[in-house]
């Protein structure tokens, strides 16, 4: 890979300076070709090593918050206030109206198997780290107090990190779930793409179908963000597609009915957001009498000529004007070739 194609790609993540740009620029005009490439050679050096470092962070989230539930699912978990914990706007996974009452029986009948993480604010005050929608359906459906839950010892940084990750790995995590998280992670953490997807072991056939949310308009995410699980990331990059091509609106109607329908598939949806072709016009019939007795009709459509015969012998009477016909064109074709 040349030096051109290399900063391309690793200078991405470098956050812009304008002192450090504006020094550069004057430094690089009086600058010979080989000093030049020395300077390019330092920012390709910076931006590889802010990515490793960026990587070590994902990792180190990714094993702490695995750590912590593995500590809570052993016993190591004890009980809090819900009236202390707060909850981190936008960090709480969206889940479905069949999720939510699926784990809202869950939580009613049966002990909590997995504890919420959280982390001491050091005012009386906690942050869900994970476990959002749990804490939710104990203080509001469930009327409880108290919680299960297992204390996370990191900065606001780390507790980010530590949520979505949590999010992340989740076994049944709607793809919007998993788009929505990584631009959490790009918009709040500074994180780029590489940098998350090298964390998060996702294949880049995923990651590629993950990313195509990005490009529906912004109404269609709108609707997305109410129903998560309505529309997958193969259904997105189809969508996508059509939206590209001229039919946003048909795509913005077409993902407001599939969340709102849950009969509705996302097959179904793709199909009234494309565009419909125009019905050809019917061709005029044409009726060929002998005085005032109907003969038959003739019609044209999509290159096939069409003879309808009336009255009680149509049968017999169609079968001799086909002998009729193909002779005709027989003739047609000899004199034309003479």
Request: aromatic share 4%.
């Amino acid at each position: 890979m040349n030096l051109a194609k290399r900063l391309s790609e690793r200078t991405k993540a470098i956050e812009s300076d304008p002192a450090r740009v504006a020094t550069a620029t004057k430094v690089a005009e009086s600058r010979t070709s080989p000093g030049r490439i020395f300077d390019a050679q330092n920012l390709v050096n910076q931006a590889e090593e802010k990515l490793e470092g960026a990587e070590r962070e994902l990792a180190a989230a990714r094993t702490r918050i695995e750590e912590l539930e593995r500590a809570g699912a052993a016993g190591g978990a004890s009980e809090v206030d819900i009236a202390t914990l707060v909850e981190v706007p936008g960090r709480r996974r969206v889940l479905s109206q069949a999720e939510y009452q699926e784990l809202r029986e869950n939580l009613a009948n049966n002990p909590l198997i997995h504890p919420i993480v959280y982390r001491p604010l050091g005012d009386g005050r906690n942050e869900i780290v994970s476990g959002a929608n749990r804490t939710a359906i104990y203080r509001d459906d469930l009327k409880r107090s108290k919680i299960l839950g297992i204390a996370f010892n990191g900065d606001a940084k780390e507790a980010e990190l530590g949520a979505t990750f949590s999010n992340l790995l989740a076994p049944s995590l709607p793809d919007f779930e998993k788009f929505r998280q990584f631009r959490r992670l790009q918009d709040e953490s500074g994180f780029t793409r590489n940098d998350i997807i090298k964390a998060s072991g996702l294949s880049s056939s995923h990651i590629h179908r993950i990313l195509a949310f990005e490009k529906l308009p912004s109404e269609a995410l709108a609707a997305i963000t109410t129903r998560p699980d309505s529309v997958g990331g193969h259904a997105a990059e189809e969508f996508a597609a059509l939206a590209n091509a001229g039919n946003g609106d048909a795509v913005v109607k077409a993902i407001r009915a599939l969340v709102e329908d849950e009969t509705l598939t996302q097959k179904e949806a793709l199909s009234m957001a494309k565009p419909k072709l125009p019905k050809p016009e019917a061709a005029p019939t044409r009726t060929i009498s002998i005085g005032r007795k109907k003969l038959c009709e003739v019609a044209v459509r999509n290159g096939v000529v069409g003879v309808r015969f009336a009255g009680n012998d149509s049968s017999a009477t169609a079968q001799e004007w086909a002998d009729k016909i193909e002779a005709f064109i027989k003739r047609e074709i000899d004199s034309s070739a003479e």
